[in-house]
């Protein structure tokens, strides 16, 4: 069975009943499951975690929009956190049995329903952009809502789907598809800071790393260690097991070991399976041997 | 959801219509799924391979019984590998969701239902034995179905269900629970067929090693290299891991590299997890972590 994970952003992060009437909305939808919700209210911003198939997402996400506009508006919305329309940025994410093509695909359905029935614009981002400009969330966003009106007069941001100018209360969304997004942190045996950070440079792609890598060193003050805290934005492109090698090797040179990584949330079985059969150097291994594949597969 | 695992161990592995009618009665049972079944023509013995919840895999147990009754006899039965019973052997087995003590009561459940309704003598062995002489099922096997009658005989070896005599034609069956075993080997860069050996003597338990490995050395005369092959019978309490890097560093002592590893037939998600856990040196770990555990656990 395909399995898709979506994670919409909302731009309401304080009044309890309208973050619980959005959720709701998912909730409602059939062969979709909630799996996470939570609110910052600095941010002013809510973030829902659901999986299902492309046809019960795509669902959850018109109920999702069909809930927030009548009781998000973004002329009087304020927070720390950049955003440029009431349902912000909605990413799909395969998880397994579907492809990033599907999700991309998935991704246009959608905008499309939502563009027509809202008339809200939505600019793809991600694996779903149209153009190279598009890719980054922070690129389309900039200049957040209030700056949307100027920005949307330039034809170089003519949204993907919907009308050429904002929604007067909702703004824009932005709609796409991204791999799932692992939060590593890998603890050093040292309180060092500056080890911390010099092998956050040497591993993240900012600075000539690995593509899929963001990284920064921070210091773990009460516990008297640093910590390499890491976001990787494809495990398949740049896995979990060569970060963490390229890390220890980095540390030993300055004769400090590794204490101890972890995950911070939800990590895929695969990033995992990828890293055992990395040390186990497995030869001639398919996902079909593991039993709780198999057993799915003959479902 | 619960998952189990049944494998039972046929004495028929040459008549391709009894294997069928054996195999039909599990295909017909409600909730059960067939993963696999194979057959061995010089043994004369099937393995059929099924998972499912409780009470599905005790209905097929009890419809294998029926199918295979009428269509064995042992009394004209040859074959190399030794048995007692139309249906040899049957271990349940835990895979998800259950414990091994769930296990234990669904063979003693079994047991009683198939004892009784067939009139089948039943030993319980593994982790349902109800005595240590009782764990192994060589030693309920030793002598075979030739030797059976005698050996019942003897009131050590009164069965824990059904009759005091063999069924005449279907002689007695061993039920239990077990952990899923892992087929594990390991390839050395060498042709050397005697460091194979001191590795796998090293490393087994028969010869002081780990408790829950069994192993060889073996060569693979076509590739020019050799082999430690393994069976893990329980990778939690006796990693893969542990397993790999003790073979490690035994070869090392030797100049020799470990050049691969490979896993025959089906492995469990939580062996190769256990082994990323390991090499990745994470902490603060939990299995609801991964996404797809988190989805199961939603549903």
Known sequence: MAIIECVPNVSEGRRRDVVEALVDAVRRTPSVRLLDYSSDASHNRSVITMAGDGAGLKDAVLALFE????RIDLRTHEGE????????????IPIEGVTMADCVALAKQTATEVAQRFQVPIYLYEEAATRPSRRNLEDIRRGEFEGLAAKMADSEWTPDFGPGLPHPSAGASVVGARMPLIAY???LATDRLDVAKKIARAIRYSSGGFRYVKAMGVSLA??????????LT?????PMFRVFEAVRQEAARY???VLESEIVGLVPAAALVGAAEHFLQLTSFSRDQILENKLKSEA
Do not use: C, M, W
Request: net charge negative; proline share 8%.
């Open 67 to 70: 809930a927030a506009l009548p």
């Open 185 to 187: 942190n890998i603890n």
């Open 222 to 231: 009460d516990r008297g260690i640093v910590q390499v805290s890491i976001n």
């Open 81 to 92: 956190h950049p955003r440029i329309g009431a349902v912000d940025v909605v990413p799909f």
């Open 255 to 257: 004769g400090v070991n």
């Open 234 to 238: 494809d495990y398949e492109k740049t």
